[in-house]
């Protein structure tokens, strides 16, 4: 998972990181206005502690982080989660499994915190946007550290295999990842043209998908009386006539 460290926390905090942060908290923000319950829990800091779990519309939230209590949140791997089997509503992974080694089994646990009907939002950098690219040519340092690009629709198909229901990806982040770039004017234009005319090449996206548990419902065998008649003539008897 993204384990938070100071070079990781210097480029969120430049221009161009605070200029994503802000985009980010947005469509993570409409991501979860149907999200209710008792506990959120993201997993995995990315940027301050409080930017997306304020926005959680539940009774309580936490952070999970490998930092532990230092980030006011629940100390454990992402891989192996400390928390109890269906106990959390709603979960939020900002880049973690772009951060982690095994991202298939992060979801594997995600899926089993979740309770029945529990929502899982992602976020992730789209492999076909600039920032991505941007990314291949500086390896390990935009973002610091990252690990490899997931595009949104091989991870939705991991989803569905764990039996989630996958919604279409919120898309956003057309803007090009420089800091000059991210002006309130350009950025509006660049916004508003990329999810009109080349959606698919944005830079980021938030997924989001829900936990379904299907019931098995026994059939009971059925068991048919025999018919009185057969082929149209009376059924016939033992009995013989007198």
Known sequence: MNAVTPRLDAWLASPLGTALLDQERAAVAEAMECVFGTQCLQVGRWG?????????????????????????????LASSLAIQ???????????????????????????????AEGCLLITGFEPLGGWALRGRLSPGEFPPGIARWLPERRLADWLKLLSFEVDPAS??????????????????????????????????????????????TPLRPQFRARPAVIGGLAEPTTRVGT
């Open 48 to 76: 301050p502690p409080g930017l997306f779990l304020d926005l959680a519309r539940t009774q309580r939230h936490a952070l999970l982080s490998p930092n532990g209590p230092g980030d006011r949140g629940i100390r454990s």
């Open 171 to 216: 898309r956003f982040l057309y803007t090009l990842p420089f800091a000059r770039a991210q002006s309130g004017r350009v950025r509006r234009w660049t916004e508003g043209s990329g999810r009109a005319l080349w959606r698919r090449l944005s830079g980021a996206y938030v997924l989001r998908a829900r936990k379904r548990v299907y019931s098995v």
């Open 85 to 115: 089997s269906d106990s959390i509503d709603a979960l939020l992974l900002p880049h973690t499994l772009e951060f982690a080694q095994d991202p298939h089994q992060v979801l594997r646990e995600a899926e089993r915190v979740l309770r």
